[in-house]
T-cell receptor
Framework: GQQLNQSPQSMFIQEGEDVSMNCTSS?????WLWYKQDPGEGPVLLIALYKAGELTSNGRLTAQFGITRKDSFLNISASIPSDVGIYFCAGYISSGSARQLTFGSGTQLTVLP | NAGVTQTPKFRVLKTGQSMTLLCAQD?????MYWYRQDPGMGLRLIHY???????AKGEVPDGYNVSRLKKQNFLLGLESAAPSQTSVYFCASSYFPGQPQHFGDGTRLSIL
């Protein structure tokens, strides 16, 4: 199946710093989604991207659908303690038998006071 | 305003026992999914359903069975639990494939 390479695996940052994480693949995706998972809870959708080159913001979060359609980026500006959690990218290919979301392995974010 | 509800939230089983995990959604979504989440491996699709009465295999279906008798419910069964099935199980639903999936809060399952 399709593979999504998400990096970094973990990040330790100071409160107030900006954060960047990304997902890459050898396959072309039609949709990119970014989720956040808090401890003990299920993933919650942050941003959805549907067009190559699309840049979408949600408060301090900004995500981009790569021009090649093989990657996506998530940036968090001015991090705060509640940003702690695991961030997942997910991609969707609409053709063939791969009509399922493929998830990256996640980026564990720790924000230090 | 429940969204996706999973029961139970926690369960401990002995090897060889069976159990059923229940997922219920109140958003009238056609598609429902069962994932397992293991450390460092993200979410892996076990089975999914494209509508009432239909099911299909995902990436890691072995050892699991599912049923979708009602549109709002999706059941995941373990017929003979094995320690390798210790994991956190998430149910999700969506209107269409490729649309954002809405997740439940998970069931933490330990097999001894």
């Amino acid at each position: 199946g399709q593979q999504l390479n998400q990096s970094p695996q973990s990040m330790f940052i100071q409160e107030g710093e900006d954060v960047s994480m990304n997902c890459t693949s050898s396959s072309i995706f039609n949709t990119w989604l970014w989720y956040k998972q808090d401890p003990g809870e299920g993933p919650v959708l942050l941003i959805a991207l549907y067009k190559a080159g699309e840049l979408t913001s949600n408060g301090r979060l900004t995500a981009q659908f790569g021009i090649t359609r093989k990657d996506s980026f998530l940036n968090i500006s001015a991090s705060i303690p509640s940003d702690v959690g695991i961030y997942f990218c997910a991609g969707y290919i609409s053709s063939g038998s791969a009509r399922q979301l493929t998830f990256g392995s996640g980026t564990q974010l720790t924000v230090l006071p | 305003n429940a969204g996706v509800t999973q029961t139970p939230k926690f369960r401990v089983l002995k090897t060889g026992q069976s159990m059923t995990l229940l997922c219920a959604q109140d958003m009238n979504h056609e598609y429902m999914y069962w994932y397992r989440q293991d450390p460092g491996m993200g979410l892996r699709l076990i089975h999914y359903s494209v509508g009432e009465g239909t099911t299909a295999k995902g990436e890691v279906p072995d050892g699991y069975n599912v049923s979708r008798l009602k549109k709002q419910n999706f059941l995941l069964g373990l017929e003979s639990a094995a320690p390798s099935q210790t994991s956190v199980y998430f149910c999700a639903s969506s209107y269409f494939p490729g649309q954002p999936q809405h997740f439940g809060d998970g069931t933490r399952l330990s097999i001894l």
